[in-house]
C-alpha cells in the first residue's frame, strides 16, 4: 500500500507529509494555535491492484504558554 496527501493539502499547507511506504504523518514546522487551532486534510491509501481509500485527518492544536 502507498500513500499520500490529498493535493489540495500537498500544495497549500507544507506543515505535513506522509511516508509514502508507513503512512506516518510528520510536521515539516511548528503549529500556531493563533493561526489554527484546527487543520483537516485528506489521505489517499492505493494498493497494487490500483484500488485505492481516502479518509479524513483532522489535527487539533492545543494553546501552550509561550
Known amino acids: 500500500i502507498s500513500y499520500q496527501l490529498s493535493t489540495a493539502v ?39 491492484g490500483g484500488l485505492t481509500a481516502i479518509c479524513k485527518v483532522l489535527v487539533e492544536v492545543v494553546d501552550v504558554n509561550d
Open 10 to 48: 500537498a500544495q497549500s499547507d507544507s506543515a505535513f507529509v506522509i511516508d509514502p511506504i508507513t503512512g506516518e504523518i510528520k510536521l515539516t514546522r511548528g503549529l500556531d494555535f493563533e493561526a489554527a487551532q484546527t487543520h483537516e486534510f485528506r489521505i489517499r491509501a492505493r494498493d497494487s
